[in-house]
């Protein structure tokens, strides 16, 4: 997830959401899973089935049902969540790189089925995404079909960029809205203004890269050679402006701040 521009904290303290995998769940105290379950929390099938068998099942919004072991397909829902990308597919090859699909079932009416899992005829076997918000007032996403791996295309980078919007309430400092191998981490100056280190993680140049900056102003880039330019506003989306920058060469990177004076 940290190639597609979505930034990674390295603590609970600054992070606007959290991911859970598997046994990872045993390794909290059940207050401290609460406390995970009242943020934003993404979850996979096998942490769901934990929390489950934690006794905070209810909080997450779903239930696994089953699973397909193989000639599967995520065809993505209408949700708004998905956008332009509805009625998408994404084919993770399960002959080639097994992995069991879950079957995942609402357990309220305000849980929202993001993705169903289908064969190849394409025959659907119900949800295998989706999100809920829980009455600890939480935002819980659970991914039932390759939650880790084979991220990398259009419509599922959008989708995760969507969800990590939703789960953090529209609170990420920043992210990389371009469809582009990049990684981004969030610091702050000596002045504690915010700060963006980006790093093109492709062997490819790339050219106009939009950023997507919360609560933003003026912006800089320098590159590594120490020169610096001001990034252009090309739009605003919600509390976030958006930003262009111009170019950057393969596995470069870039340092993106508020100029001095402003």
């Not at 849980?111 to 169903?116: G, K, M, N, Q």
């Not at 394409?122 to 809920?132: I, N």
């Not at 930003?243 to 004076?261: D, H, I, N, Q, T």
Request: proline share 7%; with cysteine.
């Amino acid at each position: 997830m940290a190639e597609i521009g979505i930034p990674a904290a390295y603590c609970r303290e600054g992070a606007r959401a959290a991911a859970l995998s598997g046994d990872g769940c045993l390794d909290f105290s059940k207050g401290e899973l609460l406390k995970l379950l009242s943020g934003g929390l993404i979850l996979d099938i096998a942490a769901l089935g934990r929390l489950h068998q934690l006794g905070l099942g209810e909080h997450t919004g779903f239930v696994v049902r089953g699973a397909k072991e193989k000639d599967t397909i995520e065809q993505f829902t209408h949700d708004p969540i998905n956008g332009r990308f509805a009625g998408w597919h994404r084919d993770c090859r399960p002959s080639f790189y097994p992995e069991s699909a879950a079957r995942i079932e609402p357990m309220f009416p305000q849980a929202r089925p993001l993705s169903e899992i289908a064969d190849f005829t394409p025959k659907s076997f119900g949800p295998t995404s989706g999100v809920f918000e829980n009455r600890l007032g939480g935002r819980v996403a659970v991914f039932g079909y390759y939650p880790w791996r084979s991220l990398e295309s259009l419509a599922k980078t959008s989708q995760l960029k969507a969800v990590c919007r939703w789960l953090s309430r529209d609170t990420l400092p920043v992210y990389v809205s371009s469809y582009v191998k990049m990684a981004v981490w969030c610091r702050r100056d000596h002045d504690r203004r915010p700060a963006f280190l980006l790093l093109n993680a492709s062997a490819d140049p790339l050219s106009n890269i939009s950023l997507h900056v919360r609560d933003a102003g003026r912006l800089e880039v320098a590159d590594a050679t120490g020169h610096t330019e001001p990034l252009q506003k090309t739009g605003s989306d919600g509390p976030y402006g958006v930003f262009r920058v111009p170019a950057m060469e393969p596995w470069a990177p870039a340092l993106v701040s508020v100029p001095k004076g402003s």
